[in-house]
């Protein structure tokens, strides 16, 4: 294939309108999600090209009972968040996404992702690794026609005790996979102009 500023700049432009249609979803219809599909999206996360070591390790958690009792953990600590941690320019900012301390999508979606970084001290930029590497889920499974939303309770150290995971792997963000409800809504969120967002120098 001859490669050329036109054909370079189509490919940019193709992906761009793809992943523009990307939205955090947080209505998802109770439907099975071949879990084939979210290891064919792991697999590009598994040969990232950052280098070194992989600082980081992805849990799927399907089973009902699981996500239920993940669900009822996270809900005490939204609501501690919503009743006394959050400040009233947090809450306003949350308030055109209709948040609150309920979290359905935890139990509605077909799978939960859990993303976690290794915090032991040889592993330099563990954190920006495993964020980039969840970066690179979330268009694996856009581009596999499933929804997602990242979703991040606070404190998270729960997720670690109750999935048993070893006390240098610390939870940073949870991705519940499935398809949009039939009813599904998404805010309409405006977002800054490239003007605002880039620097040229």
């Not at 439907?31 to 979210?38: A, T």
């Not at 969120?189 to 120098?201: N, Y």
Request: hydrophobic share 40%; glycine share 4%; with cysteine.
């Amino acid at each position: 294939m001859i490669v050329n500023d036109e054909t370079q700049l189509a490919a940019i432009e193709s992906y761009f309108q793809f992943m523009k249609k990307r939205r955090n979803v947080r209505q998802y219809a109770r439907e099975n999600v071949d879990i084939n599909l979210l290891h064919q999206a792991m697999r590009a996360v598994a040969i990232d090209p950052f280098g070194g070591e992989q600082p980081y390790r992805f849990a799927i958690v399907s089973n009902n009972e699981q996500k239920q009792k993940i669900r009822e953990l996270a809900e005490i600590e939204e609501v501690k968040l919503y009743q006394e941690r959050i400040s009233d320019e947090w809450r306003e900012a949350l308030a055109p996404l209709g948040t609150n301390e309920s979290k359905p999508h935890l139990t509605d979606a077909a799978h939960l992702v859990v993303a976690f970084y290794d915090t032991n001290e040889r592993n330099n930029f563990a954190l920006e690794r495993a964020s980039m590497a969840v970066g690179i889920l979330m268009g694996a499974l856009h581009h596999a026609g499933l929804c997602t939303l990242t979703y991040t309770p606070s404190p998270m150290a729960f997720l670690r005790d109750y999935l048993e995971r070893p006390k240098n792997e610390m939870p940073f963000i949870v991705l519940p996979v499935g398809y949009p409800a039939a009813d599904c809504e998404v805010p309409n969120i405006t977002k800054k102009p490239l003007s605002e967002v880039l620097v040229k120098f």
